[in-house]
Nanobody, 124 residues
Framework: QLHLVESGGGLVQPGGSLRLSCVAS????????KGWFRQAPGKEREGVAC?????????YYANSVKGRFTISRDSAKNTVYLQMNSLKSEDTDVYYC????????????????WGLGTQVTVSS
């Protein structure tokens, strides 16, 4: 069974940066692409980014984060990262890592396993 744990969230000023990490453990980890979602209370969940399994040839970014966020993975560490730069107040959300299918056009879909999330707050 796959298990995902996120970390790296926190409070940052507008224009600042954070790097989120998602550590995976368990069976079938290499089979799954990984995606990052975000959701605040009362808002719809948004698929932010995803990256394909070990070959890393497929990535996707939502328009709202394109050019500011970068997703990457370190297979040796079973870890997927989300580097977030030029953060804005509207990036404030709980960010979740999930095992997904990843489309370069449609983003992360068919989430299978979720982490518990990490809070990102962008405020001065």
């Amino acid at each position: 069974q796959l298990h995902l744990v996120e970390s790296g969230g926190g409070l940052v000023q507008p224009g600042g940066s954070l790097r989120l990490s998602c550590v995976a453990s368990g069976l079938s980890n290499d089979y799954w692409a990984k995606g990052w979602f975000r959701q605040a209370p009362g808002k719809e969940r948004e698929g932010v980014a995803c990256i394909s399994s070990t070959d890393e040839t497929t990535t996707y970014y939502a328009n709202s984060v394109k050019g500011r966020f970068t997703i990457s993975r370190d297979s040796a560490k079973n870890t997927v990262y989300l580097q977030m730069n030029s953060l804005k107040s509207e990036d404030t959300d709980v960010y979740y890592c999930a095992a997904v299918r990843c489309s370069a056009y449609y983003g992360p879909y068919e989430p299978d396993t979720w982490g518990l999330g990490t809070q990102v707050t962008v405020s001065s």
